[in-house]
């Protein structure tokens, strides 16, 4: 299991091969559901410039992990993956990658489903877009 | 005893300060220090609390040397 | 949209970013939904030392474009890979990837769910297991 | 009429071949194709068929030159 939270920008699929040969042994998954969300370059009906990721350090990470212990406690999934971006962010920039490797695909969907969903609903991230504009810090995330 | 406050994001930009320390009354509550840190201001109903980085209710009761944080609603992912 | 049946093992998440990188604009998709199924090195309680992988040329690809398609018509998906490996392969080896984009997570996640259930009760692909004890057809996917 | 007759695995295995071109009379179905080609052998139930790379029922009727397929639940994936 591993969980980060990364001021860099990141490559999300180099970043998911990387976990797995450093922590999965081949033959033992048959299953891994990925997530990763980017950076849109539209927000409702404007463009975005740029985005600002606040995050409270410390209780991010420790909540994060718990979403990941719960996920491996409710599903049998052998390993999960979470990437967090903060800081300064351009379009397309990935933001987040959430990953679940299970012995069957029903279980990996799951996991990795709540793990973006609980993310989502209770982590303590905060999105602030640069408009044309101007600045405004997004209110609320959208149902999963 | 001493609590620490913290303000997050839009909160944060709001007041103009992130963390403040503050004396606070034994057995006071999450809610209570916000009223005595922001001179009374009505907290936003959506507003969350976290406690030693846990969430919890704006009616629990504060420990010395407890952080108390309060946030607007999350929207990373 | 991207249909591949691959004689030759793949690496699934270069796969997947060299597919963003040349068929997808940076920012106009929030979310990517990503299954990738591996060989496994069990089969029930038998070891499997080798696999073959026999499909219906022609008819599979035919298939696997249909369900890709029918994904785009029925969610709002930007665009969807399918890649396949047929052949013989070995545990830990990557059989199938499938990845769906969209600008929001529940329709990546629904598209991508439904291209591998439909792949897996569907498309013309079939297992032969080399165990210590000889080769079997799997006569059957489990269901998802 | 010509009809092109494919047996993908396992019944590849069992019939000992793949492919077979076979005259058919006009109108002929699926499972009758399959019945004059295997020498009258039962149809297994989860036998599925398809024409000209199509599923198919197996009561379908056949035209010239169409390509029958006959094969066991698939196991992809």
């Not at chain 2, 201001?41 to 406690?51: H, S």
């Amino acid at each position: 299991m591993k969980i980060e939270v990364r001021e860099q920008p990141f490559e999300p699929w180099t970043e998911v091969a990387a976990y797995e040969r450093k922590a999965l042994k081949p033959g033992a998954c048959g299953a891994a559901a990925v997530f990763v969300g980017t950076m849109r370059d539209m927000s409702g009906d404007d463009r975005v410039q740029a985005m600002r990721l606040e995050h409270y350090a410390g209780m991010t990470e420790k909540h994060l992990a718990r979403i990941a212990e719960e996920a491996m406690r409710r599903w049998p999934v052998n390993d999960a993956l979470i990437l967090h971006r903060v800081g300064d962010l351009k379009p397309g920039d990935p933001i987040v990658l959430v990953a679940a490797w299970s012995a069957h695909r029903a279980d990996a969907f799951a996991a990795c489903r709540f793990l973006i969903e609980d993310l989502k609903s209770r982590a303590p991230f905060w999105k602030k877009e640069q408009l044309e504009a101007g600045v405004r810090w997004v209110e609320e995330n959208t149902p999963g | 005893m001493r609590v620490k406050v913290k303000f997050l994001a839009s909160l944060a930009e709001r007041f103009g300060r992130r963390e403040v320390d503050v004396n606070a009354a034994a057995g006071v509550t999450a809610e209570q220090v916000w009223a005595q840190v922001t001179g009374g201001a009505a907290m936003p109903p959506n507003t969350l609390v976290a406690i030693n980085k846990e969430y919890a209710g704006r009616g629990k009761s504060l420990a010395d040397g407890d952080e108390v944080a309060f946030f607007p609603p999350v929207t990373g992912g």
